[in-house]
């Protein structure tokens, strides 16, 4: 019993992450139908950048806050520079752009980073805490609340601020948007600063625990986007759960099962699901985007 609480605590860190990175998807899919393969690297951009800011010196809280700024500012111009200029291009040719700036992401990372591999420090200690015969980490605990904090902040954007809820409208109809004065640019910028800032804030939360290098948002990317299928790409709640999901029985499975299957679970996992229920789990089952 003990054992399987510290596979659930564990599924549910990295699952917490994620679902950070699978609304991150989700926010940007539903504004514009583009899956952006780049939304990992805005998590590396978060972490590295506040671990170098905090080595020269800048408290732990403004570096977290400067990173996140950066992060953003990413974002902003990835959608200024890229994707804005190409707006009348394919779905397809939209992907591939995206894909494009995560390699130059990459690059110029490699170029001010290098390959080294570097840490960010606990937020309130390393010292292990005790719970019902299991033990986590109090960064741990940071990453779960961190998660909850932000998702709710999310849902209560879209839920109960005009520039949420134009993003809604945005999501159903575009050009029916745009008939109501609905700034559709604007709402396509705005979605990819919020995705890019969850992404640095998630990057931020997880440094502690999981040491960053300049490609170390290749591999949480895809599971974030493995998070956003299996809770239905259209659903940003959805992702949220099936980040969780995700998280829960990758622990699992690498508690139980092996360690070196870790990857290949998730993957299995997001082709059963292509195959058998191409929606998501939360999706609705031939639902046709309009």
Not at 15 to 29: D, H, N, P, R
Not at 77 to 103: F, Q
Not at 152 to 158: E, L, N, P, Q, R
Not at 177 to 183: C, E, K, P
Request: proline share 3%; charged share 10%.
């Amino acid at each position: 019993m003990d054992l399987l609480l510290q596979f659930l605590l564990t599924g549910l860190t990295t699952g917490s992450i994620y679902a950070l990175v699978g609304l991150g998807f989700a926010i940007i899919y539903n504004a514009s139908d583009v899956v952006n393969f780049a939304q990992g690297e805005f998590l590396m951009i978060g972490a590295m950048s506040a671990i170098f800011l905090h080595r020269l010196g800048l408290p732990l809280p403004l570096a977290i806050a400067a990173a996140v700024a950066i992060s953003i500012a990413v974002g902003l111009l990835l959608e200024k520079l890229a994707i804005e200029p190409a707006r009348n291009a394919s779905v397809v040719s939209l992907i591939i752009i995206t894909i494009g700036a995560s390699i130059f992401f990459r690059g110029v990372a490699l170029l001010i980073w290098g390959k080294e591999i570097y840490g960010l420090p606990h937020f309130s200690g390393e010292e292990p805490i005790r719970l019902l015969g299991a033990t986590v980490l109090p960064q741990s605990i940071w990453v779960m609340a961190g998660t909850v904090v932000l998702v709710g902040a999310v849902k209560y954007f879209f839920d109960h601020t005009l520039a949420g809820k134009a993003m809604r409208a945005c999501s159903h109809n575009k050009r029916a948007a745009a008939l109501l004065g609905i700034d559709v640019k604007k709402i396509m910028l705005l979605s990819y600063g919020l995705s890019a800032g969850l992404g640095g804030l998630a990057g931020v939360l997880v440094a502690p625990i999981t040491y960053m290098t300049y490609d170390a948002g290749v591999m949480l990317g895809l599971k974030g986007f493995c998070a956003a299928i299996l809770g239905g790409m259209g659903s940003s709640m959805g992702a949220v759960a099936g980040g969780l999901v995700l998280g829960v029985i990758e622990a699992l499975g690498t508690g139980f099962i092996s360690s070196g299957y870790k990857d290949a679970i998730s993957f299995f996992i997001i082709l059963l699901i292509l195959f058998f229920r191409p929606s998501g789990l939360f999706g609705k089952s031939g639902g046709e985007r309009v």
